[in-house]
């Protein structure tokens, strides 16, 4: 946690930022107020393993309501080391920017962990073309897993799956919470045509809406002057964006690297897009390679506005002002029998 922190004190330093609109504080759910967003960044990395940036995912609390913005490895981890039981179990909403394992791979986790551990509402699922199917897969794979528990004492409520295949537009409004799905571009592209003529799908960005403020989630995707991103974070409190710097080198390792250029942004893009929108706050996370540094990141990106480069755990509350946190200790983190069997 201490190097945490002074890694993002070095971030707010660096930009100038410290002291001013985004202090650092120790952060939790607790202390929300009512017309704020926060973001917990659960996962900063990519398909690339590392032990200090889990695949992509970030929790979302607004208005009483907490959602996740994709389910990487180690998303359930997160939520544990952040808020414990209660947090694991608090989740039944879940939305998805694209199908790739490194986006999906722990919503398996969190929907059956949550519901074993306490969670008596069903898990829901909103993500692209193809997510309906995902999830009916999932829960064939696991039938064998629920019925066991259930048998042993776990109650059937909470073990539900509901999933549904969103288009672009406003696909979620509850008590003030609105979610935008927008069309992003992160299809492969072969030579000769715009999108792959032999692959299916789509993928995803969101932007989220409440009391005011707005986050953008721009997905995976190559940042492109006609980009569906620009119109919609024009303004925006927090546009959180994907990130890749290219190897250097022409070295058969450094051309392996790059192949995935073609369906990813570097900062040069990046920065282009921050520039013509202007949001309050610029956040590059979904960070490849994972080992690169805030410095190695900022250097690389050409622009003038505050801009942070996102850590696991870290937290931004919206309101106001943007504060820069990190994730509280805030949840039980001893089970008891009782929380599976009084349910």
């Known amino acids: 946690m201490k190097k945490l922190t002074a890694t993002i004190c070095a971030f707010c330093i660096s930009l100038g930022l410290q002291g001013q609109t985004l202090p650092i504080n120790e952060t939790t759910s607790d202390t929300l107020s009512n017309d704020s967003i926060k973001l917990t960044f659960l996962g900063t990395g990519a398909p690339r393993p590392s032990l200090t940036r889990y695949g992509p995912s970030i929790l979302v609390e607004a208005g009483g309501q907490k959602l996740l913005v994709d389910a990487g490895p180690g998303m359930r981890e997160r939520l ?177 690297a790059n192949v995935s250029l073609s369906v990813h942004s570097t900062p040069e893009q990046v920065a282009a897009l921050f520039r013509n929108t202007r949001p309050r706050l610029g956040v590059y996370s979904h960070i490849i390679p994972p080992e690169l540094t805030s410095e190695q990141i900022t250097e690389a990106t050409d622009y003038d506005g505050p801009m942070l480069v996102a850590e696991d755990l870290m937290t931004l509350t919206i309101g106001d002002e943007i504060t820069v946190g990190i994730a509280g200790d805030s949840g039980t983190n001893i089970f008891t029998e009782a929380d599976v069997v009084d349910q």
């Open 80 to 256: 544990f080391e952040a808020g414990g039981f209660e947090l694991l179990t608090d989740i039944n909403l879940i939305i998805l920017t694209h199908l790739h394992f490194d986006h999906t791979i722990s919503v398996p986790g969190l929907w059956l962990s949550g519901w074993l551990f306490g969670r008596k509402s069903p898990m829901t699922i909103y993500g692209p073309v193809g997510t309906e199917s995902m999830m009916g897969h999932f829960e064939s794979a696991y039938a064998w897993d629920i019925r066991y528990r259930e048998i042993v004492g776990v109650h059937e409520r909470g073990s539900e799956l509901n999933a549904f295949d969103i288009e672009p537009g406003v696909f979620y409004e509850q008590d003030g919470l609105k979610i935008t799905a927008i069309s992003v571009e992160h299809m492969p592209v072969i030579k000769g045509y715009s999108l792959s003529p032999v692959l299916e799908g789509s993928t995803l960005g969101f932007r989220i809406d409440y009391n005011d403020r707005s986050v953008i989630f721009s997905g995976d995707t190559r940042t492109t002057s006609s980009s569906n991103l620009i119109e919609h974070s024009m303004g925006v409190d927090v546009l959180i964006h994907e990130v890749q710097v290219p190897a250097p080198g022409n070295s058969p390792e450094a051309q392996l």
